[in-house]
């Protein structure tokens, strides 16, 4: 019995070309809250759920982690983002690969670390309608990434076995998620993480970016 897969992507760094956005966002909220930090530091944290990324830059600065911090952290991190709303795009191949998934049948879902104040940003970049594609967002499970709920509700909207599901992502957040739910993990290079770091932690392919996986979507189930 053939098992068609279903395809389960992130979206920072995987869809879109936002991830140093999210970065210098996220130095602008630090900044006005006096933590100095490097940009360096803050990349090794996308994509993690917010609350986590919070709680371990934080906690490696040595500052105080009230709950009132961490909101506010938050809170103009996603005001700071979309101040870059206009030099989000799409990465290369990204639209047609949805598209091409979508015109063969196979059913796709966005899964994002990303609350929806900052994944409507890149949603409308993207072309993508929330009301019409089925994606979900921190706001939706009680645990983001490296925890495997993300995949699994995004999974369960498209009413498909976790096993079936090929994760696509750009961090080694995503790989260690679809690793804890059962997932095939197949890693993009576009959000800045390195082929041997994704591999590590459990990509079962990498490629460079949408349009790279595109061409290569037989060798992880995809038929052309």
């Known amino acids: 019995m053939r098992i068609d897969p279903v395809y389960l992507f992130d979206l920072d760094g995987t869809l879109v070309d936002s ?20 940009v360096w530091r ?23 982690i009230s709950t009132e911090r961490v909101d506010r952290l938050r809170l103009n991190h996603a005001a700071a983002y979309r101040g ?12 047609e690969l949805l598209f091409w998934l979508s015109q063969e049948g196979i059913p796709w879902a966005i899964a994002t670390s990303g609350r929806m104040e900052t994944a409507a940003v890149n949603l409308a970049a993207l072309g993508v309608d929330p009301d019409v594609t089925p994606v979900v967002t921190r706001d ?36 260690l998620a679809a690793i804890r739910c059962r997932a095939l993990g197949v890693g993009l290079l576009s959000g800045g993480y390195g082929t041997a770091e994704l591999q590590q932690s459990g990509a079962f392919r990498v ?5 790279d996986l595109l061409l290569h979507i037989d060798e992880v189930g995809g038929r052309r």
């Open 84 to 95: 870059y709303a206009d030099r989000i795009r799409p990465l290369p191949g990204a639209r």
């Open 42 to 64: 803050i990349h090794r944290k996308i994509g993690m759920s917010g609350g986590l990324f919070t709680n371990q830059l934080l906690r490696e600065t040595g500052t105080d």
């Open 19 to 38: 991830v140093y956005q999210h970065v210098l966002a996220w130095k602008d909220a630090l900044d006005q809250e006096g933590i100095p930090l490097s």
């Open 207 to 211: 490629y460079d970016d949408p349009a």
């Open 140 to 175: 939706q499970v009680k645990y983001a990434k490296p925890d495997p709920d993300l995949f699994l509700a995004a999974a369960a909207r498209l009413k498909a076995p976790i096993e079936t599901a090929v994760v696509v992502g750009d961090s080694i957040w995503d790989m």
